[in-house]
């Protein structure tokens, strides 16, 4: 492997670090390509390494707010597995906290992102769990950013697709790879393009994905996977954990603590609901400034 450098380096906040129209960056540096198969794994997940007719752009985390860009050979597919075209991909405030560290190896973060089919293998529809319908070539996703082993204590105890409690799983645009997971999180390891802040991404076997309606922007339908934490949010809190009457109604005062993107969406999803008075706090008064977003909300 040829010298790398590094391509961008930043002292500023990570949100700073990307475009707002893009949603993610590339450094203009030239760096040597680079190419490794991971021979731990099988085949059949992973496939294998194509002829380089064409490569895409990964931004690389390696280091405390540093990233770089890297290009890798664009890879053939398993017949289970989905090739991704990246149109957006969202920055979470995970991200903000993990680009302050140093990853073991490096890594492509960025796991709320959406884009188009361009390659998929004649069983990927019955080898992912597909919410929308059968899967085709340009069709828009957004996938779950959890692919859990199915074969752990987590896994049996609670079932396949949960994330957070598998011992052996694989987060797509995670820092670290997980216990025994099958997939290593690392940017050298195929197929390389793991992660939202890339060209492209690389669907495993089994894993869960919407379908995107194409009159919905791909910045809007990034937001799914924080959305999901915010109704299951409201939906843990609408009854009491061994209580019989209901925890929240539409005559309820609800106060939301925080107004970071999670807290918004559930800020928004109880006006819609009908709640009567939702009430958004945050110790950041630029984060209060939302009368003109959401001028139903009182701040406090």
């Known amino acids: 492997m040829g010298e790398t450098k590094c391509g961008t380096l930043f002292d500023s906040s990570f949100a700073d670090l990307v475009d707002t129209q893009l949603l993610f960056i590339f450094s203009s540096v030239t760096l040597t390509r680079v190419s490794r198969s991971c021979q731990a794994c099988d085949k059949r997940f ?6 380089i007719v064409k490569t895409g752009k990964v931004v690389a985390f ?3 707010c540093c990233l770089e860009t890297r ?8 017949d289970e597995a989905i090739l991704l075209k990246i149109e957006a991909a969202g920055i979470c405030g995970s991200d903000g906290r993990i680009i302050k560290g140093t ?4 890594t492509c973060i960025g796991h709320e992102f959406a884009g188009r089919i361009v390659k998929m293998g004649s069983r990927a529809t019955d080898s992912m769990h597909v919410y929308g319908g059968p899967l085709k070539i340009g069709d ?9 082993c199915g074969a752990c204590d987590g896994c049996l105890r609670y079932g396949p697709g949960v994330s957070m409690i598998c011992e052996n799983g694989f987060c797509y645009g995670g820092s670290e790879t997980i216990g025994k997971s099958r997939v290593s999180a690392g940017v050298a390891s195929f197929p390389h393009f793991k992660g939202g802040f890339a060209e492209y991404t690389y669907l495993f076997p089994g894993t869960y994905v919407w379908t995107i309606p194409e009159h919905m922007p791909s910045e809007i339908a990034v937001l ?3 959305m999901a934490a915010a109704v299951r949010a409201i939906d843990m809190t ?3 954990s061994g209580a019989m009457t209901e925890g929240l109604n539409t005559s309820s005062s609800v106060v939301v603590i925080g107004a970071g993107a999670i807290g918004t ?9 009908g709640v009567e008075k939702v009430i958004l706090t945050n110790t950041s008064q630029a984060k209060l400034q939302l009368p003109t977003v959401l001028p139903a909300l009182t701040k406090r």
């Not at 992973?46 to 002829?51: D, L, M, Q, R, T």
């Not at 990853?103 to 490096?106: A, C, F, G, K």
């Not at 828009?140 to 859990?148: A, G």
């Not at 969406?265 to 609901?273: G, Y």
């Open 46 to 51: 992973h496939g294998s390494a194509s002829p």
């Open 62 to 64: 390696i280091g405390p």
């Open 71 to 78: 290009e890798y050979p664009i890879p053939d597919i398993v």
């Open 103 to 106: 990853p073991i190896e490096p």
């Open 140 to 148: 828009r996703i957004v996938p779950c950013p959890w692919l859990t």
């Open 224 to 226: 799914l996977d924080p």
């Open 238 to 240: 609408q009854t009491e």
């Open 265 to 273: 969406m559930v800020a928004l999803i109880l006006k819609i609901m």
